[in-house]
């Protein structure tokens, strides 16, 4: 028995049916092509869910005023105003804390020349870049003195800066807030957008003194938006929480039983179900995909059946002429598994061509990892023999005389 | 040729001695009756013998054939085909002893469909491990002999009974087989093709030894033989020499 005139011959009863081969290829190269854009769209969703921790800053936590079936996580409900700046310095004192950055926020109208421009504007500490692990793009953060002396400089998040000032440095430069001049001291690296899907870099970062007194205003003073605090340790953030827990209780002077008028979120955590998320989701998305290959498979194994049906009697032909069972059964295996891999190749480029689309007109990272493809090649092979091989045993087992008979 | 392990008998090719073969069916209540089509044949080919194998339509020949051929089996008695007890052949054995010992030519020529001749004649040489290009180097000098050469890239759809007898013919010589099977082989072909190739068969006997058993039903298609045997309703009841 010679494999490559066995191969000519699975390759030339492919060539004598183009469109039957076409028809039961295209089944596979839906189902490959299917599992190739969905593990890559998954594997997007996670190196950019990822990307986003990791921009996060690390060990940190978030402490927002109310409680938290009251004021749960969002920002939007900003009528409790129980926590205070000193909350925030007194929690930078704790033994397991590192710092603190204390935030408070508001929308205000800026301008530039003849450029108006309505955006969030942050007012926060010197620590707060550092903490957020916010970088910067060009010049400097404002420091620690000019918050003790509210003094009127700006640091611009990237699109804020576009919007406003186009193509001119920024820097330097005197922006209006409100109406009231501020020296741009630097512009933000590009963060892009948070687990909420909120644009990070639409927004202007101010000393927290210079808004509380003429920016955001207060009839509440000294009240926060929320709070960061980094933890000194990854592996105390458990110790540190009730740590935060117990200050602020005390601070707040909280009875015994009673119900806290703060929350505490560990981001880490936030970030590690966010994370599972998109796990699951890569794992949803992929079962799928498999669906249709699977689906193809069974179109495989319908076809190969069909064909073996109608070619009984050339089968009978060649086992008259002396192919053994084993010639036979090669063939009729290397037909369904050439199907599966040269319709695997061509999913696998329809594939890798949809997430390029994807990724260019819905604007989502999408990753494409050797692993994938060889994923995907490994699977149309394997269905390729998985349902290939009952046909192909099926035409082997004929006895020859009977097979010749067949009309 | 064989290397025959044990030597049966003498120069035999073909001995079959009590040998019986029956169908089982079902009728149309489901029971399974059982039809016997052939009855104790006993019966010894020599080489380079040319046999005719007679008889009326249903009489059994075709089911001898294809047991000769090693295409079925026996349901009792004993087919020795050149020293070897069939009966204990593997089915990768009796493949191969077609493959190389025997050649098979049908009525309706059994060739492969949208497949050139020349890749029909060279195809058994592929199951026996030879390379393509060497297979077809062979194909196309058998197809030289048989006057084919021209119609070397036709497939069998576009030529005429005749050529694609010829064709089989071809096939079921690429591999030198000592042995030849037709049956029926001139069935569909008209007076003047047949006796074409009732002389290449002939010639294939008498010049290179090749032993020829042929079935027909035509007594001038059988005459060319030396030996006829006529089978009635699974019983030889005729074995003799041919002398005219
Ligand atoms: N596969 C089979 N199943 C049942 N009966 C069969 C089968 N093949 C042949 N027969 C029967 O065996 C008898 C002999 O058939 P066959 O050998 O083809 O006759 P011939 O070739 O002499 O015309 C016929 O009656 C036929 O119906
Ligand atoms: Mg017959």
């Known amino acids: ?407 | 040729m064989f290397s025959p392990e044990i030597n049966h008998s003498g120069n035999s090719l073909i001995q079959i001695s009590n040998l019986s073969k029956s169908y089982s069916l079902q009728d149309a209540n489901g029971k399974t009756i059982t039809n016997q089509v052939l009855f104790n044949i006993n019966l010894t080919i020599n080489q380079g013998e040319f046999v005719a194998i007679m008889g009326h339509s249903g009489s059994g020949k075709s089911t001898l054939m294809n047991i000769l051929g090693c295409l079925d089996i026996p349901t009792s008695g004993s087919y020795w085909l050149a020293g070897k007890n069939v009966a204990t052949l593997s089915s990768n054995e009796l493949a191969r002893i077609r493959n190389q010992h025997i050649g098979f030519v049908f009525q309706g020529f059994n060739l492969l469909k949208r497949m050139s001749a020349l890749d029909n004649v060279a195809t058994p040489l592929l199951y026996a491990g030879i390379s393509r290009t060497q297979s077809r180097r062979r194909a196309l000098e058998l197809l030289r002999r048989t006057g084919l050469e021209n119609f070397a890239m036709h497939q069998p759809n576009q030529l005429s009974g005749g050529q694609q007898q010829r064709v089989a013919i071809s096939r079921a010589l690429i591999n030198q087989p000592p042995l030849i099977l037709a049956d029926e082989p001139t069935g569909n072909l008209d007076s003047q093709t047949s006796n074409e190739i009732m002389l290449l068969f002939q010639q294939l006997n008498r010049d290179q030894g090749i032993t020829i058993v042929l079935v027909t039903h035509e007594d001038d298609i059988a005459a060319y033989a030396g030996r006829l045997i006529r089978l009635k309703d699974g019983h030889i009841i005729v074995d003799k020499n041919n002398t005219n």
Not at chain 1, 265 to 286: E, P, Q, W
Not at chain 1, 314 to 339: C, D, K, P, W
Not at chain 1, 382 to 393: E, N, S, T
Request: net charge positive; aromatic share 6%.
């Open chain 1, 1 to 407: 028995m010679n494999l490559l005139a066995i191969f000519g011959e699975a390759l030339r009863a492919l060539r004598q049916n183009r469109l039957r081969t076409g028809l039961t290829m295209l089944g596979m190269i839906i189902g490959v092509a299917a599992v190739v854009l969905m593990l890559s769209i998954g594997q997007g969703a996670r190196t950019k869910i990822n990307e986003t921790i990791a921009a996060m800053g690390s060990n940190l936590f978030i402490v927002v005023p109310g409680a938290t079936s009251s004021g749960g996580f969002s920002f939007g409900s900003g009528s409790v105003r129980t926590l205070t700046i000193n909350d925030a310095y007194a929690i930078a004192e704790l033994p397991s804390i590192k710092t603190t950055a204390p935030v408070v926020t508001g929308t205000a109208q800026l301008s530039y020349a003849a450029k108006n421009w309505s955006t969030i504007v942050t007012g926060t500490t010197a620590n707060y870049f550092d903490v957020s692990n916010w970088k910067m793009e060009a010049g400097t953060t404002f420091t620690e003195s000019e918050v003790r002396s509210a003094a009127r400089v700006v640091v611009l998040g990237s699109v804020t800066a576009k919007n406003l000032l186009g193509d001119e440095d920024p820097i330097g430069k005197t922006i209006r807030i409100t109406n009231r001049p501020f020296q741009v001291v630097g512009v933000l690296m590009a963060k892009g957008q948070s687990l909420t899907g909120r644009d990070q870099d639409d927004t202007v970062v101010i000393p927290i003194t210079t808004s509380e007194r003429q920016i955001t205003g207060s009839q509440f003073p000294g009240s926060i938006r929320y709070m960061l605090v980094q933890g000194k340790s990854a592996t105390e953030m458990d110790i540190a929480e009730i740590e935060i827990i117990q200050l602020l209780r005390q601070r707040h002077r909280i009875a015994q039983g009673k119900e806290n008028d703060f929350t505490v979120r560990n981001l880490t955590a936030v970030a590690d179900v966010a994370t599972d998320a998109a796990k699951v989701m890569s794992i949803v998305l992929g079962a799928i995909a498999s669906v249709s290959l699977l689906v193809g498979g069974i179109g495989i194994m319908n076809i190969m059946l069909v064909s073996v049906t109608e070619r009984t009697r050339e089968i009978g032909i060649r086992m008259a002429i002396g192919a053994n069972q084993r010639a036979i059964l090669t063939q009729f295996l290397l037909e369904a598994m050439m199907i599966c891999i040269m319709g695997g190749l061509i999913g696998l480029l329809l594939g890798i061509g949809g997430a390029w689309l994807v990724s260019q007109f819905a604007d989502m990272l999408i990753v494409i990892t050797l692993g994938m493809v060889a994923l995907a090649f490994l699977f149309a092979s394997a269905v390729g023999i998985f349902f290939g091989f009952y046909p192909a045993r099926k035409a082997a087992s004929l006895k020859p005389v009977d097979a010749l008979r067949y009309e």
